[in-house]
């Protein structure tokens, strides 16, 4: 089956720094992946859309110079918290589609605490 | 715009059957998803329809009125472990990702 690898699983960070998080479909081509992120008793909200070969796509309200996405390959795309800071703490998780009728397989998430 | 309702919380016994419903306004549909979320883990796929009309899969069951803008999911035979959320999503974005509704905490008691 598909499945997609994200890493770290939790992350803590010092306000003002970098946190990159990555994520990699295993088994397959993705050449979409999203990342969502969800805070606590939400429910998971789009942020952006990372094509690879070219610039990612983002949500309105969602920065891209401080949210940054590379998606290098068909099998990696990475997320980059810029500058970090406690309101950015929350659970991110991405997601690539296989197949329709597969679902989208998501990564494990990645619980981002910034103190 | 795009929305989509489910019940925040539901509370069900073991071994009984629950019907989780879900509405949705999207401006576009590709299909429907279940997905199941544990609190800090990632979402599990349960469930897809595309066509109108009842999917079954052992003690899951999907069902989707495209022309109503709605599905249920149902739960038979429930044990504890089922307590979770229980997330409905649409492929219905220009870009291929899922709009989610916010969830409905299943909590199950003995």
């Known amino acids: 089956g598909a499945v997609v690898s994200q890493h770290p699983s939790r992350v803590i960070c010092k306000s003002g720094t970098s946190v990159k998080i990555e994520c990699r479909s295993l088994?397959?081509?993705?050449?979409?992946m999203f990342w969502y992120r969800q805070f606590p008793k939400q429910s998971l909200m789009l942020m952006a859309t990372s094509n690879e070969g070219s610039k990612a796509t983002y949500e309105q309200g969602v920065e891209k110079d401080k949210f940054l996405i590379n998606h290098a390959s068909l099998t990696l795309s990475t997320l980059t918290v810029t500058s970090a800071h406690p309101e950015d703490s929350s659970f991110y998780i991405c997601?690539?589609?296989?197949?329709?009728?597969?679902?989208?397989?998501f990564g494990s998430g990645t619980r981002l605490t910034v103190v | 715009g795009q929305n989509i309702d489910q019940p925040t919380e539901m509370t069900a016994t073991e071994g009984a059957i629950v019907q989780i419903n879900c509405t949705y306004q999207?401006?576009?549909?590709?299909?429907l998803f279940w997905y199941q979320q544990h609190a800090g883990e990632a979402p599990t796929f349960l469930s897809y329809n595309v066509l109108d009309g009842l999917e079954e899969k052992g003690r899951f069951s999907s069902f989707l009125s495209r022309s109503k803008g709605y599905s249920y999911l149902l739960l038979k035979e429930l044990q504890m472990k089922d307590s979770a959320s229980y997330l409905c999503a649409v492929d219905g974005g220009s870009q291929g990702n899922l709009i989610f509704g916010k969830g409905t905490k299943l909590s199950v008691k003995p």
């Open positions: 088994d397959f081509q993705a050449t979409t």
């Open positions: 997601s690539a589609a296989k197949g329709q009728v597969d679902g989208y397989t």
């Open positions: 999207t401006s576009g549909f590709n299909g």
